[in-house]
């Protein structure tokens, strides 16, 4: 089991969910849907990183949108440091698992709008994917 700080943590749940709700507020039509779509595809990540995401719910950014969307994208960023530096394995994962929320959110509501696949290109950028 590897140990993460709070801190750490923090960042994680700000990575996973900040990503979800770039990708949500960047085509805000169906926000409900997307939130549900994409927590129950978080309630499906692998154990090992549910287990790096820890059980509260982040503080999310607040503010404008350009300045949370800086907020997330430096913590996918991150994530990937702490995970390179303590996970290895989950690190390699986490991308993919990331890119599948946001998917998740884009398409709940039938479709994935350009808008949509401009902010899962950025999350897939701070993740070097």
């Known amino acids: 089991m590897t ?5 750490e943590r923090q960042t994680l749940r700000i ?11 960047a085509d805000p039509g ?13 309630k499906e990540l692998s154990p090992e990183l549910q287990e790096a995401l820890g059980t509260e719910f982040p503080k999310l950014p607040r503010g404008p949108v350009s300045q949370i969307e800086d907020a997330v994208l430096s913590a996918l960023s991150e994530s990937m440091a702490i995970l390179r530096a303590k996970a290895p394995r989950v690190g390699r994962t986490f ?26 290109t950025k999350v897939k950028a701070a993740l070097a994917v």
Do not use: F, H, Q, W
Not at 15 to 25: C, F, K, R
Not at 30 to 42: C, F, L, R, T
């Open 95 to 120: 991308p993919s698992a990331v890119v599948s929320v946001c998917d998740a959110a884009a398409s709940a509501d039938g479709s994935v709008s350009r808008v949509e696949s401009a902010a899962i």
């Open 30 to 42: 169906s926000m409900e849907v997307e939130g549900s779509a994409s927590a129950k595809a978080i």
């Open 3 to 7: 140990e993460y700080t709070d801190e």
């Open 15 to 25: 990575a996973v969910y900040g990503a979800a709700l770039l990708v949500s507020n």
